[in-house]
């Protein structure tokens, strides 16, 4: 292709369609892009390298992960920290190639004599990302599908992994996926392969469920202020459960306060968390309101994860990055995990003077999470009690990114004009188009419930297959409608899940995929349902009959 890049993995992508100019609308400059790309064909010349092989081990896996999670959107801007990746994917795969292993059987054979781990060099050779892009349209959604979903499950392998959790099917098929993506393919022999992204990534969710509740403890029903207290404090964003604890740790008798952002909001829910008194509250709301939020507060920000937006220079001395996420010039916490910098700087610049209230977009003044799976199941009776007398009609699973691109603002009126005998069930960064209203109870539940964050879909799918139980149906026979946000890989992820799952009607918005070519939109149409959004009123009318 003659475009200085090609990307189009995000929601926001230039005109629906792509970005192909020197820089792409998340910021990403086209030699980023280009480095990333480089990446993933690195990563599928080690999964060659491994095509075989019993147990690659602890250390392929955690390459490939951190190297699909590098590749997401708003994660990393700095070429060098890449490049370096890149360099580590190639030693991984000499490495590999080198040692004597015990193959296991698959489809090719060492040759005679061989004592690595592949039968020739050619097959292990980094892979052209590039050919990707210029495939026939059908193939290439479809091996666009596979990697983007693989790229969103390597985020939630990597937090498990962060908390001691891994899953050996798990961490076989990122090389099974990326191998695929290299392979010639037709429409037939690759479908499967997309639902069976969606079939791993629900045992990745239930692995960094088990992993998030047996380390910080069952998620509880909290009210979570929005007021920043006078003095020195720090603001976490990003989805790493680890990095905050290993803050709150380090900030303890310091005399700064910690507060959260974005999708670090459901940290307030875990007990082992909610313990350390300094964790405070929660600042802003969704990612993209950064650059704005961030202007002027006078404290250091540290983000743990995507999503990320080129910092401005306002506050750019602030910005403090950890794992995978990185932008040049900005200050890198390593592995070693000394935060120190970032506790000196909240000190240095003190906060504010006086106590702050602030609200969220529809001018509320506190939220509330900690409504996971663990706290509905634990009131199921009282629940399908509910829904037996009428006093729940139906429920609304309300979910998703939030982004920039106009026309998100539905969402806040969607909820809005859903009827009072309604719940909506809510989860991921999407939830502050509407976290702050108020919309009442039904019998003791809030009609807001905020189940967590966007790995927590897992949470939300164990309560729809428990309701569909308990109701003797299936969970498409639920009074139950998915109305979908998406911007990046993780939403690719769940959406395949939900498809595995063979879950219909899902409504997704606010514009649909550019990698899903007509074809497959349409496969998609006709055998799930699947449909955009329209306006709250005409969707709300569809999907309550």
Same mark, same amino acid.
């Given at each position: 292709?003659?475009?200085?890049?090609?990307?189009?993995?995000?929601?926001?992508?230039?005109? &629906?369609?792509? &970005?192909? *100019?020197?820089?792409?609308? &998340?910021?990403?400059?086209?030699? #980023?892009? /280009?480095?990333?790309?480089?990446?993933?064909?690195?990563?599928? *010349?080690?999964?060659?390298?491994?095509? @075989?092989?019993?147990?690659? *081990?602890? /250390?392929?896996?955690?390459?490939?992960?951190?190297?699909?999670? #590098?590749?997401?959107?708003?994660?990393?801007?700095?070429?060098?920290?890449? /490049?370096?990746?890149?360099?580590? #994917?190639?030693?991984?795969?000499?490495?590999?190639?080198?040692?004597?292993?015990?193959?296991?059987?698959?489809?090719?054979?060492?040759?005679?004599?061989?004592?690595?781990?592949?039968?020739?060099?050619?097959?292990?050779?980094?892979?052209?990302? *590039?050919?990707?892009?210029?495939?026939?349209?059908? $193939?290439?959604?479809?091996?666009?599908?596979?990697?983007? @979903?693989?790229?969103?499950?390597?985020?939630?392998?990597?937090?498990?992994?962060?908390?001691?959790?891994?899953?050996?099917?798990?961490?076989?098929?990122?090389?099974?996926? !990326?191998?695929?993506?290299?392979?010639?393919?037709?429409?037939?022999?690759?479908?499967?392969?997309?639902?069976?992204?969606?079939?791993?990534?629900?045992?990745?969710?239930?692995?960094?469920?088990?992993?998030?509740?047996?380390?910080?403890?069952?998620?509880?029903?909290?009210?979570?202020?929005?007021?920043?207290?006078?003095?020195?404090?720090?603001?976490?964003?990003?989805?790493? +459960?680890?990095?905050?604890?290993?803050?709150?740790?380090?900030?303890?008798?310091?005399?700064?306060?910690?507060?959260?952002?974005?999708?670090? +909001?459901?940290?307030?829910?875990?007990?082992?968390?909610?313990?350390?008194?300094?964790?405070?509250?929660?600042?802003?709301?969704?990612?993209?309101?950064?650059?704005?939020?961030?202007?002027?507060?006078?404290?250091? %920000?540290?983000?743990?994860?995507?999503?990320?937006?080129?910092?401005?220079?306002?506050?750019?001395?602030?910005?403090?990055?950890?794992?995978?996420?990185?932008?040049?010039?900005?200050?890198?916490?390593?592995?070693?995990?000394?935060?120190?910098?970032? $506790?000196?700087?909240?000190?240095?610049?003190?906060?504010?003077?006086?106590?702050?209230?602030?609200?969220?977009?529809?001018?509320?003044?506190?939220?509330?999470?900690?409504?996971?799976?663990?706290? $509905?199941?634990?009131?199921?009776?009282?629940? $399908?009690?509910?829904?037996?007398?009428?006093?729940? /009609?139906?429920?609304?699973?309300?979910?998703?990114?939030?982004?920039?691109?106009?026309?998100?603002?539905?969402?806040?009126?969607?909820?809005?004009? #859903?009827?009072?005998?309604? !719940?909506? +069930?809510?989860?991921?960064?999407?939830?502050?188009?509407?976290?702050?209203?108020?919309?009442?109870?039904?019998?003791?539940?809030?009609?807001?419930?905020?189940?967590?964050?966007?790995?927590?879909?897992?949470?939300?799918?164990?309560?729809?297959?428990?309701?569909?139980?308990?109701?003797?149906?299936?969970?498409?026979?639920?009074?139950?409608?998915?109305?979908?946000?998406?911007?990046?890989?993780?939403?690719?992820?769940?959406?395949?899940?939900?498809?595995?799952?063979?879950?219909?009607?899902?409504?997704?918005?606010?514009?649909?995929?550019?990698?899903?070519?007509?074809?497959?939109?349409?496969?998609?149409?006709?055998?799930?349902? %699947?449909?955009?959004?329209?306006?709250?009123?005409?969707?709300?009318?569809?999907?309550?009959?």
């Amino acid at each position: 292709m003659d475009q200085k890049m090609f990307c189009y993995q995000c929601e926001q992508t230039a005109g &629906c369609a792509g &970005c192909t *100019g020197s820089t792409g609308v &998340c910021g990403k400059t086209a030699e #980023t892009a /280009r480095l990333q790309d480089q990446l993933v064909g690195a990563m599928i *010349g080690l999964a060659r390298a491994a095509e @075989g092989v019993e147990c690659p *081990g602890d /250390r392929v896996y955690r390459t490939v992960i951190e190297g699909l999670f #590098t590749t997401l959107t708003n994660v990393s801007f700095d070429d060098d920290a890449i /490049r370096a990746q890149i360099e580590k #994917t190639h030693r991984e795969k000499e490495r590999l190639l080198a040692a004597p292993v015990k193959k296991s059987a698959g489809p090719r054979e060492k040759a005679a004599g061989e004592s690595g781990a592949a039968a020739s060099v050619q097959d292990t050779d980094d892979y052209n990302l *590039g050919l990707l892009w210029d495939m026939d349209p059908d $193939i290439r959604s479809l091996k666009s599908l596979i990697l983007f @979903g693989l790229k969103g499950m390597a985020a939630y392998a990597y937090h498990a992994l962060m908390l001691g959790a891994s899953d050996e099917t798990v961490n076989q098929f990122f090389l099974t996926g !990326l191998r695929e993506i290299a392979k010639d393919g037709t429409v037939e022999s690759l479908l499967p392969t997309v639902l069976k992204v969606g079939e791993v990534n629900l045992t990745c969710m239930a692995m960094l469920d088990a992993a998030n509740t047996g380390t910080y403890g069952t998620p509880i029903p909290v009210s979570v202020p929005l007021v920043v207290e006078r003095g020195p404090f720090i603001v976490v964003t990003g989805h790493d +459960l680890k990095d905050l604890e290993l803050l709150l740790k380090q900030t303890e008798g310091k005399g700064v306060n910690i507060y959260t952002h974005g999708e670090m +909001l459901p940290v307030h829910a875990y007990p082992e968390l909610r313990k350390y008194p300094q964790l405070k509250g929660n600042f802003g709301t969704a990612w993209q309101n950064q650059q704005k939020e961030f202007a002027d507060i006078p404290a250091p %920000i540290l983000f743990t994860t995507n999503c990320l937006m080129p910092p401005k220079k306002s506050y750019a001395d602030r910005v403090f990055t950890t794992e995978v996420v990185a932008y040049p010039g900005m200050v890198h916490i390593d592995d070693e995990k000394d935060f120190t910098p970032v $506790i000196e700087k909240a000190l240095e610049l003190g906060g504010y003077q006086e106590d702050r209230q602030f609200t969220g977009i529809n001018g509320g003044t506190q939220v509330m999470t900690g409504f996971g799976h663990g706290t $509905i199941l634990s009131m199921a009776d009282q629940v $399908i009690d509910a829904v037996k007398s009428g006093a729940i /009609r139906h429920f609304f699973l309300v979910a998703g990114c939030d982004g920039a691109k106009p026309g998100r603002n539905y969402y806040t009126d969607f909820v809005k004009q #859903t009827p009072a005998d309604s !719940l909506v +069930l809510t989860l991921a960064c999407g939830k502050f188009r509407f976290n702050d209203l108020d919309l009442g109870n039904i019998g003791g539940l809030p009609r807001i419930m905020d189940m967590g964050q966007c790995n927590d879909a897992y949470g939300a799918i164990k309560v729809a297959m428990a309701l569909a139980e308990a109701f003797g149906c299936g969970v498409n026979e639920l009074p139950l409608s998915f109305v979908l946000s998406w911007y990046e890989q993780k939403a690719v992820c769940i959406l395949l899940t939900l498809l595995h799952l063979g879950i219909r009607n899902i409504r997704l918005g606010p514009s649909l995929p550019a990698f899903l070519s007509p074809n497959i939109l349409n496969f998609l149409v006709e055998n799930y349902g %699947i449909g955009p959004v329209t306006t709250p009123e005409e969707d709300l009318k569809a999907l309550l009959g």
